[in-house]
């Protein structure tokens, strides 16, 4: 079983409960990936503007969440404006 979120977490008004959520009810060896828009100097724009509600995550703070659900081989990769997030439910 796998889950995906594309460009929807940082909107998320709780993203650790989310995530809380997707390890939940992924089984065990299933897998998640996850893409924020809110990497790099993307970060820095979003951080200017006032209330806008996303959240800006720093660079280990998916996977952490992530690890503390039990997930492994977690891994993060920006490319750019995008942080890629995945992991495995252990």
Excluded: Y
């Amino acid at each position: 079983m796998r889950c995906v979120s594309i460009a929807v977490l940082q909107l998320v008004p709780d993203p650790a409960a989310a995530l809380a959520e997707m390890a939940r009810v992924l089984r065990a060896d299933g897998r998640l990936a996850i893409m924020v828009p809110t990497a790099g100097w993307a970060a820095q724009f979003w951080r200017m503007l006032p209330n806008i509600g996303a959240h800006i995550f720093g660079e280990d703070d998916i996977g952490d969440i992530l690890e503390d659900h039990g997930f492994t081989s977690v891994r993060t990769k920006n490319f750019g404006t995008l942080r890629w997030v995945r992991g495995k439910r252990g």
